[in-house]
């Protein structure tokens, strides 16, 4: 069978569909996505929905920044409605380096706009009155930062994009390209289909890579699984994400009760594994039981896995990647591309259609940073 479009999507997660919408908001509309299997599927529909400004590099602001406001909006942008709680995100700090780095994030978040905030153990203590603060010297905080739910979003943006004309291939990969000179002609898919195209995206997540190796190159995007759980619910006790980088965890309550959380294994080797572990398990409880003590006899309702998109300074990587002019990537997000997505989407739709980005200039995340070893890596990541 041959197919053609205009725009190529590979990948139906939230940053492929985010791209699509922005597109068809342009007046692209002959957009077609192709993802291996349902949307969300991915990373996207596996992650905490955690949304937050509070980052130590100006691009990573900037990014959470422009996308919070779209997450706010989202329902009269979209017509979607995508549960989004804005409970702040609270980061404590348990060493005196911490608060100094701190002071540092608040300043230069502040200066973008960003409402965030050193805050003292007291203050600590009036947003999370039954956490454990014996430890923490100081804390930032961040109102506007918040959570919502990856699959809403992900069809809002898919159902708004629809509407316009955009299509969406499901449970179909692509499997190989046919170029010809500098460019990307053809996508091959695994039923043999041929889809005849005049610019193609990467958007495949932590499967970035794989994608790209079938035109022979290597991007530096690793996949590492990660684990998350969910407890049974529980009374509302708790209302911002905590991020703790100190003891390596993140959590938040859900509105139905239940505490989400997750953590970045140490001794996680690169792989494409998403099966759970009874380890995770066990080291998570303990490290949220330091927190919440009282949690002790709750259970765990539910865990599973996904996979972060790393790179080595823990940015994206958004443009051409190769020789090929037609040919883009957006990756690498390294565990907060949920968060991003609106601003992704909107920026590379600007690519496409204007041939640059208006929004956000995005010459901080070409992988030719890599090669000229030119890269400031992100502190806040967990
Ligand atoms: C446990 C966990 C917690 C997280 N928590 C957060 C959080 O709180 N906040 C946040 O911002 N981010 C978080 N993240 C990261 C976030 O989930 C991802 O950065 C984001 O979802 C990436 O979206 P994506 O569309 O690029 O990738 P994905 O959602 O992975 O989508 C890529 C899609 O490409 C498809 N695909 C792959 N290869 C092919 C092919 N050859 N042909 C067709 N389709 C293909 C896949 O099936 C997949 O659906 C978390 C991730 C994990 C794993």
Not at 297 to 310: D, E, F, M, P
């Amino acid at each position: 069978m041959r197919e053609s479009c205009d725009i190529l999507i590979i990948g139906g997660g939230v940053v492929g569909c985010s791209v699509a919408f922005h597109l068809t908001q342009f007046g692209r509309t002959d957009v077609l996505v192709v993802e291996r299997d349902f949307l969300a599927s991915g990373a996207t529909g596996r992650c905490g929905g955690g949304i937050r400004a509070q980052w130590s590099t100006e691009g990573n602001i900037k990014l959470a920044q422009h996308s919070i406001k779209e997450f706010e909006n989202f329902k009269e942008i979209t017509g979607a409605e995508i549960q989004f709680r804005q409970g702040g995100y609270l980061l404590p700090a348990y060493t005196q380096e911490m608060v100094e780095q701190f002071k540092q994030n608040v300043s230069l978040q502040n200066k973008h706009g960003v409402p965030s905030r050193l805050i003292s153990p007291e203050e600590v203590a009036e947003i999370v009155p039954l956490m454990n603060r014996s430890e923490i010297l100081a804390a930032t905080f961040c109102p506007t930062d918040g959570v919502a739910n990856p699959f809403l979003v992900t069809d809002g943006y898919a159902n708004a994009a629809r509407r316009k004309g955009a299509r969406f291939l499901l449970r179909r990969s692509v499997v190989g390209f046919r170029t010809s000179g500098s460019r990307v002609q053809t996508a091959i898919l695994d039923d043999g289909t041929e889809i005849d195209c005049s610019l193609v995206l990467n958007a495949a997540g932590a499967w970035a890579g794989e994608v790209t190796k079938l035109l022979g190159t290597e991007i530096p995007v690793t996949p590492y699984r990660h684990q998350i759980l969910v407890t049974e619910p529980l009374e509302i006790i708790h209302r911002p994400m905590v991020i703790d980088l100190y003891h390596n965890i993140y959590f938040s309550q859900s509105e139905e009760g239940g505490f989400i959380t997750g953590q970045t294994d140490e001794d996680e080797k690169p792989s494409f594994n998403m099966m759970n572990s009874w380890r995770f398990v066990v080291e998570i409880s303990r490290k949220l039981l330091y927190h919440y003590p009282c949690l002790r006899k709750v259970n765990v309702l539910r865990q599973w896995a996904g996979l972060y998109a790393v790179t080595p300074d823990a940015q994206p990587i958004l443009g051409r990647v190769n020789e090929y002019e037609n040919f883009f990537c957006a990756t690498g997000w390294s565990g907060h591309g949920f968060m991003i997505s609106p601003a992704v989407g909107k920026i590379m739709a600007e690519l496409f259609v204007f041939g640059r980005p208006k929004t956000l200039s995005i010459e901080e995340y070409s992988i030719e940073r890599f090669k000229k070893g030119e890269f400031i890596r992100e502190k806040s990541v967990v």
